[in-house]
Nanobody, 114 residues
Framework: QVQLVESGGGSVQPGGSLRLSCAAS????????VGWSREVPGKQRELVAT??????ANYADSVSGRFTISRDNANTVYLQMNSLKPEDSALYSC?????????WGQGTQVTVSS
């Protein structure tokens, strides 16, 4: 079974950038549709970006134009986050789509504040 480990979170000022990484073991990430989601206590998980096996990306309106999801050949998926806003603060997790559900990793915290 695929195991996912996210990294790259941290604290950043508004307008700053972070790049999150999602490393996989146990399976080849290139065989799955991969998504990045975020969670804030008391709110529903928001799926912010997905990338298909073929490399097509889709984004939530809240991050479109600021976030970029990408793959490499080292079994890693990235989320480049630019022009960060305080409302982007959340626990970010990557997941793989298995049949009709995502299997999520533990997540990495992103905090945007001045």
């Amino acid at each position: 079974q695929v195991q996912l480990v996210e990294s790259g979170g941290g604290s950043v000022q508004p307008g700053g950038s972070l790049r999150l990484s999602c490393a996989a073991s146990g399976s080849n990430l290139n065989e799955y549709r991969v998504g990045w989601s975020r969670e804030v206590p008391g709110k529903q998980r928001e799926l912010v970006a997905t990338i298909t096996v073929g490399g097509r990306a889709n984004y939530a309106d809240s991050v479109s134009g600021r976030f970029t999801i990408s793959r490499d050949n080292a079994n890693t998926v990235y989320l480049q986050m630019n022009s960060l806003k305080p409302e982007d603060s959340a626990l970010y997790s990557c997941g793989v789509l298995v049949i009709d559900q995502y299997i999520w990793g533990q997540g990495t915290q992103v905090t945007v504040s001045s």
